[in-house]
């Protein structure tokens, strides 16, 4: 017990802020247990990562959270498949499973998923392996293919039954026919199959990169795939397997709610990923395109102003979209949330980020302040310091602030003394552009 209250320390402090741990450890329980989390395990983690693999699991089963886990073991599989002098053949990037082949693999993923069940439980984590019994499947192709199967269908039946009874469940990645024949399938496409199912909050794959990366080895923090698919499918640096796997994403996330995203990390930063708003990999999300505009024209204004107030819960000053020097506006097209930049000196100034209260759930805001990010590297802002719903989610994401009597003034990009005076001095000077907050009405 002290070695597990250790870890759950340990990683607590690595995560930031209480806050924000208390707020999505609220988010999270107030879903049905079932769905938490699907979370997609390589064999190569189970295999060189395990303690940190454990420890973030153990975390989540100590808070009270009960995520699935479908663990893979290619790595192992293959080395196992090496060791017995079985050569197996690949068609069209699948393996070709004989019966083998099929007796290989049925002996090493029940291995690795006791493995990593076992390790559990070492350190004080009830768990259950379930090596087979919840995948249905078919044939992919038995004349080409033999064993290897896609996943029809789910059984729930004993993953709840592991979760009532307080065990993490630990899945594999075999499927059985309608006649009972057992078949190799990807651990990927089971794990997307189950999410498609139970529909949970979080869908993740933990992966030892840490997420998407760039064709310059640069991580991206965040896909809205209504902004950004055509354009990742495109790149030169996605191979094919990557682009079959993003295709799966896609139409896994446009059959979920909207609030559903999924997310590629580490295990050492999984906790991370899951209890603060900056995350520690790549988080994809369905989301809605973000309109830019360089002006007013061919903005909605009625539905911008609409938005704002609302969020606010305060009326605009009355002449705010005749005598304000707009620079950009961002919204995105549902408009559900905006960002309103101006020009306040040299550097563009965020004068409102609005996000109504179910886009926050659906990550709406997260992707819009991405964008915004990308197209200004340098940006200041300021928020009231009562302003508790907002604040802390503007301290992990700027660089800087500095704290008035009235305002919190943040920045981010800005490195030169001259420049963040400059700002700091605007931003306190600034005139409020909201009125008061119409009188309460029993």
């Given amino acids: ?12 402090e690595n995560i930031g802020s209480s806050k924000e741990v208390d707020q999505y450890l609220k988010q999270f329980s107030a879903v049905e247990s079932t769905k938490f989390a699907v979370i997609k395990v390589r064999g190569d983690i189970v295999r060189d990562d395990l303690e940190q693999l454990c420890s973030a699991l153990t975390f989540l089963y100590r808070v009270g959270l009960y995520p699935i886990v479908v663990q893979g073991a290619g790595a192992q599989l293959d080395a196992a498949l090496r060791e017995s002098g079985h050569t197996v053949e690949t068609r069209d990037g699948l393996r070709v499973v004989d019966q083998q082949t099929l007796r290989v693999a049925r002996r090493t993923l029940t291995t690795v998923n006791h493995q990593l069940a076992d390790a559990l439980e070492a350190m004080g984590t009830r768990a259950r392996a379930i090596p087979a019994g919840v995948f249905e499947g078919e044939q992919v192709d038995a004349a080409r293919y033999g064993f290897h199967g896609q996943v029809t269908g789910v059984e729930l039946d004993p993953i709840r039954a592991a979760i009532k009874s307080g065990h993490l469940p630990i899945l594999s990645g075999f499927a059985e026919s309608a006649s009972g024949q057992l078949l190799l399938v990807h651990a990927r496409t089971a794990a997307l199959v189950l999410a498609h199912r139970i529909q949970p909050s979080k869908i993740i794959f933990l992966t030892p990169q840490g997420g998407l990366r760039d064709g310059d080895g640069r991580l991206i ?17 996605v191979d094919a397997r990557e682009r079959v796997r993003f295709e799966a994403i896609k139409h896994l996330l446009d059959a979920l709610p909207l609030q559903s995203s999924v997310a590629l990390t580490t295990p050492g930063l999984l906790p991370k990923e899951l209890f603060t708003h900056r995350g520690s990999g790549t988080l994809i999300r369905r989301g809605e395109r973000v309109l830019v505009f360089d002006s007013l024209d061919g903005v909605d204004i009625p539905r911008l102003k609409a938005l704002v107030e609302q969020v606010f819960g305060r009326p605009l000053v009355e002449d705010y979209f005749q005598k304000k020097p707009f ?19 040299d550097i563009p100034y965020l004068d409102k980020f609005a996000v109504d209260e179910k886009a926050q759930g659906e990550g709406l805001g997260a992707s819009l302040w991405e964008k915004v990010i990308e197209d200004n590297p340098k940006l200041f802002w300021r928020s009231r310091i009562d302003n508790r719903n907002i ?52």
Avoid: H, K
């Fill in 1 to 12: 017990m002290n070695e597990t209250r250790a870890i759950i320390t340990q990683l607590l």
């Fill in 221 to 237: 923090r965040a896909l809205n795939l209504a902004e950004d698919y055509e354009w990742l499918i495109s790149e030169p640096w």
């Fill in 327 to 345: 620079y950009r506006i961002y919204v995105t097209e549902t408009y559900r949330s905006t960002a309103i930049l101006t020009c306040e000196g």
């Fill in 391 to 442: 604040n802390p989610w503007y301290f992990s994401r700027a660089d800087g602030s500095l704290r008035g009597r009235e305002w919190v003034v943040f920045w981010y990009g800005l490195d030169d003394f001259d420049e963040i005076q400059q700002a700091l001095a605007l931003a306190f000077a600034m005139p409020a552009s909201l009125g008061p907050r119409p009188p309460f009405v029993p």
